[in-house]
């Protein structure tokens, strides 16, 4: 699992500082520049607090940096009278935002597992959707780690994760295409080797239903 505010790794041969994190001040400052680039004036009334405004709005969209799946993942149930069928947790609200743009991606995630002895608190998969969205992503990655991290700690017979969401750098700029839903999906374990199984987990999703618009 990549740690928190560690986006690159050392190599044997070059080791690899994290990024030095910049000061409030210096956050706010970098608002007020992007203020004077979008043609306005950081120095009128409206603006004064916009920097200060901004920088506590990042804290709550990139709050996952802090955040660790695998902890959060850490306390499971054995007590299960033997249920071993599919768990679905469906329509998990999700707010990301593009790492290549920095603007929304809005959706919905769907997660289910397949217990082997153990089931976790379902608020905890819903914590796991937030922990990776609330960082800066492309949606493939983000269902890849929702997916790898519920496998890795929880080590069920399998996982799926599908993802469907509107991506606010094709409808509000760009390409200007309202409407468009990117789905992707993440299958591990009896869900990738099972194809009935995938089909079940598919029909409970109902993936083709209309996707929030971004
Ligand atoms: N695969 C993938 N692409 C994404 C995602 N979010 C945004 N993108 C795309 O990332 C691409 C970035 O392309 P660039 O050509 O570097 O950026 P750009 O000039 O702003 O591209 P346009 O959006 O086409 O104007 C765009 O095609 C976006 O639509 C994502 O989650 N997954
Ligand atoms: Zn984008």
Known sequence: M??????????????????????????EAAVRTLLLWAGDDPEREGLLDTPARVARAYEEFFSG????????????????????EMVVL????????????????????????????????ISKLARVVEAYSRRLQIQEKLTAQIANS???????????????????????????????AMITSRMLGEFRSDASLRREFLAMVNSGRPVPEA
């Open 2 to 27: 990549t740690p928190a505010r560690k986006p690159t790794q050392p190599t044997a041969t070059s080791p690899v500082e994290a990024p030095r994190r910049p000061s409030r001040a210096e956050a």
């Open 65 to 84: 940096y802090a955040e660790d799946p695998v902890e959060l993942l850490a306390r499971s149930f054995a007590e299960t009278d033997g249920y071993d």
């Open 90 to 121: 469906r329509d998990i609200r999700l707010e990301s935002h593009c790492e290549h743009h920095m603007v929304p991606i809005i959706g919905r995630a769907h997660v289910a597992y397949l217990p082997a002895g153990r089931v976790v608190g």
């Open 150 to 180: 519920i496998q890795e700690v929880l080590q069920p017979r399998g996982v799926a994760v599908v993802i469907e969401a509107g991506h606010q750098c094709m409808t509000t700029r760009g390409v200007h295409k309202p409407g468009v």
